[in-house]
């Protein structure tokens, strides 16, 4: 019987962490050489989504009643040392 959708998408998600991860960092650095905000999700830090400003300082952010509200704000993490 072949796979369905759901469980090969997360399957080849699994697979593919390492490349996945990598290209998440790359965009990072990416939009931090740009000179804008960095947007992501990082259960690490918390729920809601984490905007990391080009000096490495990040916010965590949740949307409460269509508002996005600062709940948190981290130092620059040492694994995403600049150049």
């Not at 998600?13 to 650095?29: K, Q, S, T, W, Y």
């Not at 000179?35 to 000096?55: I, T």
Request: hydrophobic content about 45%.
């Amino acid at each position: 019987m072949a796979e369905s959708m759901g469980p090969m998408i997360f399957r080849l998600a699994r697979e593919n962490a390492d490349a996945i991860r990598a290209m998440g960092r790359g965009a990072i650095l990416e939009a931090h050489a740009a000179g804008v905000d960095a947007h992501y999700r990082d259960a690490l830090l918390g729920e809601g989504v984490v905007r990391e400003s080009p000096d490495g300082v990040r916010h965590l952010e949740r949307k409460i009643v269509c508002v996005w509200v600062e709940i948190a704000t981290f130092p620059p993490s040492p694994k995403w040392r600049r150049p």
